[in-house]
């Protein structure tokens, strides 16, 4: 079993939509957890970053980790054209190694 | 710009060759990853530095690859005698010591071909 699974889509949503993408993961000593955004032939960037459960936010960003279900989730509000990327959740331990999802990828079509 | 630096964008070598890629990270970060990715999948790790000991290896950093960061600065990645399954795009990360686990900032990568 994979330790970070996370539905690889592809996702196609209008322009002003809500986006939902979720992932699970299986190894709870990793306490941290992040949300990369990556455009194509590009590197990763870093969007969040949390390490508690609850809900941390971001301009129109909002991160979600429930550790009881270990289940984590990014939420895109009032979704534009330029948010069409693969995302990618990670989770990692006190020693820095991260472990990735496959990655979402994102269409919002104008 | 001070963002992580990677060198060469793109690299494309004939199998059996020997290649080396460098990163350059954020200047006051102590802490350096490198990872492999492949197309459809998410980034997986191959090894980490803090200053200049490499403190982790993956079992996917077999004996063909070997990584250095001589004075805690740059660091290079070196793949001898590359076969086809070497063809990815190699990422370096970065970030800063500290009591809690950093977000690491990644490069733009180095796209790998095996010809």
């Known amino acids: 079993q994979k330790e970070v699974e996370q539905d690889p889509g592809p996702l196609s949503v209008p322009e002003g939509a809500i986006v939902s993408l979720n992932c699970t993961y299986s190894?709870?000593?990793?306490?941290?957890f992040m949300w990369y955004r990556q455009y194509s032939r590009k590197g990763p960037e870093l969007l969040m970053y949390?390490?508690?459960?609850g809900n941390k936010e971001d301009g129109r960003f909002t991160a979600q980790v429930d550790k009881s279900s270990k289940y984590i989730s990014l939420f895109i509000r009032d979704s534009q054209p330029s948010d069409s990327a693969t995302y990618l959740c990670?989770?990692?331990?006190?020693?820095?190694?991260?472990?990735f999802g496959k990655g979402t990828k994102l269409s919002v079509k104008p | 710009d001070t963002g992580v630096s990677q060198d060469p964008r793109h690299k494309i070598t004939k199998r059996g060759q020997n290649v080396t890629f460098r990163c350059d990270p954020i200047?006051?970060?102590?802490?350096l990853y490198w990872y492999r990715q492949t197309l459809g999948q998410g980034p997986e790790f191959l090894t980490y530095?803090?200053?200049?000991?490499?403190?982790?290896k993956s079992r996917l950093l077999s004996d063909r690859f070997s990584a250095e960061r001589p004075k805690g600065s740059f660091s290079t990645l070196e793949i001898q005698r590359t076969e086809q399954g070497d063809s990815a795009m190699y990422l370096c990360?970065?970030?800063?010591?500290?009591?809690?686990?950093?977000?690491?900032?990644f490069g733009d990568g180095t796209r790998l071909s095996i010809l």
């Open positions: 990360a970065s970030s800063p010591r500290g009591i809690e686990n950093q977000p690491q900032h």
């Open positions: 190894n709870s000593a990793f306490q941290y």
């Open positions: 949390t390490y508690s459960s």
């Open positions: 990670a989770n990692g331990g006190s020693q820095g190694n991260l472990i």
């Open positions: 200047s006051e970060h102590n802490r």
């Open positions: 530095f803090q200053n200049e000991a490499q403190l982790e």
